[in-house]
């Protein structure tokens, strides 16, 4: 599952890993598909390693 780093990661993410999901990919805020207005390719989400940061401290809670 692909989720976007931004506020609140985490808890999307406890709720993908309790569906059983076999991988959960974080990505940053140049991660887009290319097919979002432009303003929210350019101005929406984190970086990743900020994401990654927030699932980590939920999931190993």
Do not use: C, F, R
């Not at 890993?17 to 984190?46: E, R």
């Amino acid at each position: 599952v692909k989720l976007v780093a931004q506020s609140g990661i985490g808890t999307v993410a406890a709720g993908v890993a309790k569906a059983k999901a076999d991988t959960i990919l974080i990505s940053g805020h140049n991660g887009g598909t290319g097919a979002s207005p432009q303003s929210s390719i350019k101005y929406a989400g984190l970086p990743w390693e900020l994401g990654l940061s927030e699932v980590h401290q939920v999931l190993s809670l």
